[in-house]
């Protein structure tokens, strides 16, 4: 059975830092993309940053700079987000998404969401 699973949400103040990881198990063929959306109450969800097979990135305008999205295809297969320089604005649930092939066939998966919260 293929599993999504992420960890590394909590408090922070803006300004600091914060990383979230996302890890794969499972029968894993191929992994696609990776990456990371985030939904604040209220909003709809939308793509914070991915980054595809070759490691071409992409961010939504208003991480860029701050935010970086990498990929361990080793033993892992995990995605992280290193936030920095966080604000107010990037309170949100974030959930990690990997495209891929396995043993469930092609697939696109979801982790559980993570909660970031961001205040002074």
């Known amino acids: 059975q293929v599993k999504v699973v992420e960890f590394g949400g909590g408090s922070v103040q803006p300004g600091e830092s914060l990383t979230l990881s996302c890890e794969t198990s499972?029968?894993?063929?191929?992994?696609?993309?990776m990456g990371w959306y985030r939904q604040p109450v209220g909003k709809e969800r939308e793509l914070v940053a991915s980054?595809?097979?070759?490691?071409?990135?992409?961010y939504v305008d208003s991480v860029k700079g701050r935010f970086t999205v990498s990929r361990d295809n080793a033993a892992k297969n995990a995605v992280y987000l290193q936030m920095n320089s966080i604000s107010p604005e990037d309170t949100a649930v974030y959930y990690c998404?990997?495209?891929?092939?396995?043993?469930?066939?092609?697939?696109?998966?979801w982790g559980q969401g993570t909660q970031v919260t961001v205040s002074s």
């Open positions: 980054i595809d097979s070759r490691g071409a990135t992409n």
């Open positions: 998404y990997v495209h891929m092939r396995s043993e469930e066939g092609v697939k696109e998966y």
């Open positions: 499972g029968r894993i063929y191929v992994i696609y993309t």
